[in-house]
């Protein structure tokens, strides 16, 4: 059967194709975009850390009533950190545990940098994590050059000074931005804001991520340093590490044993993005809840988008089996085949909807480039205008399939009927 | 003949359920998606300071050196340094002009049932308040004299009062603050500026500060600073700032009432930057920006790239609603021809069909804008438990209800224009023919 009588057929009902091909179209180029940004979005929220994330907790604890600007209040708060970590290293749930400043993926990010001199402009980016001879076992990081803090290099901040350690642990994407030639371990480097004293890198670590999710760019998303000090503040931060399986325990014991060691503290309750005991899930689940909106509602939209244009579909072309009952009628009263009848209908609607898809590619592409200059996205692939034209084809023959059902069921007696 | 057509348009609509439900959902959905996207857009591009936005302006200068200077490219520093802060405060060239900047301070109540905790602050000068019309539920602002004497002062916002004092007048109360004792002159009534603009590194949309405190007074206590620090050349770090490193932490607002002031204050800008140059100060040639509170908030992108991406999708939805409403339309009223060619030969004008076919279109799009807005408020509802920064502001004001309609009937109206056109074009004759 010839496509010529299709044509000429559609050609008596412009409006209609039109108004469908431009409908197959418009989803086409939206539910292609909103693909491509679920895809994305998948793709961020799957990045490894680089840190064991199970049974990893992350406790914040503050006491509103001590000071670091006096050499009493550092030592009193020396001590106080110095008694929460063996109380925490000594629980049964817990298999490791250190203080820090911030954690991977917390929402809390202390930048800073390194440059090669201290006169240097420039450097690399870098957030940095206060950490001891615990963290790389707490956290579960993978040297893959040098070796980890000794106790003996631990020392103390109070965050008035400049911070000039004199040995730091980085990640190798930092390392690599440092030294392009990926021979780092052992150099020296100085921090940005005034260090003149070296520090000498003496591990690097495959991967550990910023605290920051959201960064578009790869050094404010890999380039972290550890800094082996304990931070002398008395808003402060906890990792802990609990033992295989017992992470629930572990989630009312580490507070307990902190409370118990000064029970003027604040852990602040609640489930929050501000609640003082998290466990690393829930931080990932926190950092990315944003994006996993966006997808949901991407997807959302995309299928909402799709059930609409069906159902466009299926309207007009009801109407259109009901405007030809007569044609149908004569058409089969002349000898043509049920068969013949949903072959046709069908036919037609892969050519409405093929105008539509080419159509549609022509908007996807000017929608993206679009995109790229205004929201600085990433250009389309080509898999995702392929799956969503194909999509679109099945959509359509699916719609139609229906009323083209009851077209072939027209009897031919009806080319009796009237006229 | 509004009621007939009203009449004959429900009876049409009435006639064929599904298609009429159809279409009203589809033009429903689009409302809802795009009202609920849009009044995301209008809550969050809002201007914090009705009224006063267009005489308060941001200065900025560029303190700098010259490495990574790229002349006519470089924008000047975002903040102020405490050197610059000052000098332009004592200057006075403007109306009003306030320096300030964020902090945390540890609270100590009185009440032993709460335990001591942690508060964001705003370390400031007199002129904050009557330059951003700050209400005041008890007392009144610390005075200028109040800054050069490092009074202990504080003011505090209604939250905070509740919080401590129960709601109650507590102006003249004592209150201690990081170690030290201050005395409440002032509680703040209704004031949630959104955006935040006076410091958007803080955080752009949300509840503003508990605590006000005399700028001079929070750096004697040693009140901890909390926002963002920018040091160049050999700038030291550490938590608070020192006052002569080159760091700039500051934000410094103005308020000049004309234009013609703020060109003045521009030039004046420009002056004190040649001057401090002469001083060996500044190093950079003058690059000064005097923004108000609208291009300030522009500059700054305060609407979030997500919030305008999903608008335009939005608006991409709901022009394929529409198109489908559009053929939706077109099979309904081409189907009722024979009935249509009938009112004609009959000796209704093609003007009086096309009234009628409209006033049917029209309720279609009414049906569905109330659709729509019941959507859009279960979809504000569902951004209102987003965990983005704005998600609490996002409510249906009266204008946006307005415009929902509006919207929603116009689209309809729109929708219905082709179909109704085409359907007017019928030959009676051949109508009246078959059948």
């Not at chain 1, 929402?107 to 957030?127: E, F, Q, V």
């Not at chain 2, 050196?65 to 000052?86: A, N």
């Not at chain 2, 603050?177 to 803080?202: M, T």
């Not at chain 2, 004609?344 to 659709?371: C, I, M």
């Amino acid at each position: 059967m010839g496509i010529r009588p299709i044509l000429s057929a559609l050609r008596r009902h412009k409006a209609g194709t039109l108004l469908i091909a431009l409908q197959i179209g418009l989803t086409l180029a939206i539910v292609c975009n909103a693909l491509f940004i679920i895809g994305g979005r998948i793709a961020k929220i799957e990045r490894p850390s680089g840190l064991d994330e199970r049974d990893l907790l992350f406790v914040s604890t503050s006491h509103a009533g001590l000071k670091a600007d006096t050499p009493a209040g550092r030592a009193a708060l020396a001590a106080g950190i110095q008694g929460d970590l063996t109380a925490l290293r000594h629980l049964p749930d817990v298999q490791d545990a250190y203080e820090t400043n911030a954690l991977s993926l917390s929402n809390i990010n202390w930048t800073l940098g390194l440059k090669l001199s201290p006169d240097a402009r420039g450097g690399a980016p870098g957030a940095f994590f206060f950490a001891d001879d615990h963290t790389l076992a707490t956290l579960g990081l993978k040297l893959v050059a040098g070796r980890d803090f000794k106790a003996s290099e631990i020392g103390r901040h109070s965050l008035l000074g400049t911070l000039e350690p004199p040995v730091v642990i980085i990640t190798k994407h930092m390392a690599d931005s440092l030294f392009p030639k990926g021979d780092a371990l052992g150099k020296q480097v100085y921090f940005v804001g005034g260090a003149t004293k070296p520090s000498t890198i003496i591990g690097i670590v495959q991967r550990m991520q910023t605290g920051n999710s959201q960064s578009e760019r790869d050094s404010f998303t890999w380039n972290s340093i550890l800094i082996p000090m304990h931070m002398l503040e008395p808003a402060r931060y906890y990792v802990v590490r609990a033992k295989p399986g017992r992470l629930d325990a572990a989630l009312h014991s580490v507070p307990a044993a902190l409370y118990a060691q000064d029970p003027l503290r604040v852990i602040p309750d609640g489930t929050g993005a501000d609640a003082g005991v998290r466990s690393f899930a829930q931080i990932r689940a926190q950092a990315y809840r944003g994006d996993i909106a966006m997808a949901q509602l991407m997807g959302v939209i995309s299928v909402i988008l799709l059930a609409v244009t069906a159902a466009g579909i299926v309207g007009l072309s009801s109407f259109w089996v009901g405007q030809r009952r007569k044609q149908i009628g004569v058409r089969r009263a002349l000898g043509a085949t049920r068969g013949d009848i949903l072959s046709y209908f069908l036919t037609e609607n892969l050519l409405i909807s093929m105008g539509g898809v080419l159509l549609g590619v022509a908007l996807v592409i000017g929608l993206n480039l679009w995109m790229v200059t205004r929201f600085e996205m990433a250009h389309l692939p080509v898999p995702y205008v392929l799956v969503g034209a194909v999509v679109l084809l099945l959509l359509g023959q699916g719609a139609v399939l229906a009323p083209a059902l009851r077209a072939s069921r027209v009897p031919p007696v009806e080319a009796t009927r009237s006229v | 003949m509004f009621g007939y057509y009203l009449e004959l348009a429900l009876r049409s609509l009435r006639r064929n359920k599904v298609l009429t439900a159809l279409m009203v959902l589809a033009i429903a959905l689009g409302i809802g998606a795009s009202m609920t996207t849009l009044t995301v857009l209008h809550v969050l591009s809002g201007d914090p300071v009705p009224g006063r936005s267009s005489t308060l302006y941001y200065p900025q200068v560029d303190p700098r050196d010259m490495s990574g200077y790229l002349p006519g490219k470089s924008q000047p520093m975002y903040q102020m340094s405490w050197i610059d802060g000052m000098n332009l405060l004592r200057a006075k060239r403007a109306d009003r002009q306030a320096l300030m900047t964020g902090g945390l301070v540890a609270v100590q109540p009185h009440n032993t049932m709460l335990d001591p905790f942690y508060e964001a602050a705003r370390f400031t000068t007199a002129g904050f308040f009557p330059m951003f019309g700050v209400p005041f539920e008890y007392g009144h602002a610390w005075s200028a004299a109040d800054d050069e004497a490092h009074a202990r002062v504080v003011v505090i916002s209604a939250a905070l009062n509740d919080k401590l004092f129960g709601g109650k007048d507590s102006t003249g109360k004592t209150l201690r603050l990081s170690g030290a004792s201050f005395r409440v002159v002032g509680v703040l009534g209704d004031w949630h500026p959104n955006p935040q603009f006076y410091d958007l590194l803080r955080k752009s949309f949300g509840e503003n500060e508990g605590v006000y405190v005399p700028l001079s007074t929070s750096q004697d206590v040693g009140m901890n600073h909390d926002g963002s620090t920018d040091c160049w050349g050999n700038g030291g770090s550490g938590k608070n700032p020192s006052h002569t490193a080159p760091c700039a932490w500051l934000q410094f607002w103005v308020q000049l009432d004309t234009p013609s002031r703020a060109a003045a204050y521009k030039t004046f800008l420009v002056h004190y930057s040649e001057q401090q140059k002469a001083l060996g100060r500044f190093q950079r040639p003058p690059n000064v920006r005097l923004r108000d509170v609208m291009q300030w908030l522009d500059y700054n992108r305060v609407v979030p790239d997500n919030v305008r991406l999903q608008t335009w999708l939005a608006l991409g939805f709901l022009l394929v609603c529409l198109v489908n409403t559009v053929g939706l339309m077109l099979a309904k009223f081409m189907r009722r021809a024979p009935e249509l060619g009938v009112r004609r030969a009959l000796g209704a004008s093609k003007r009086a069909l096309f009234a009628q076919l409209l006033v049917e279109s029209g309720l279609v799009g009414l049906a569905g804008g109330t659709g729509g807005l019941l959507l859009a408020l279960l979809g504000l509802w569902l951004v209102r438990r987003q965990p983005a920064e704005y998600a609490s502001l996002a409510h249906l004001d009266p204008a946006m209800l307005l415009v929902t309609f509006l919207l929603a009937l116009g689209a309809s109206l729109l929708a219905g224009l082709l179909p109704a056109w085409r359907a007017c074009q019928i030959a009676p004759a051949l109508q009246l023919k078959s059948n």
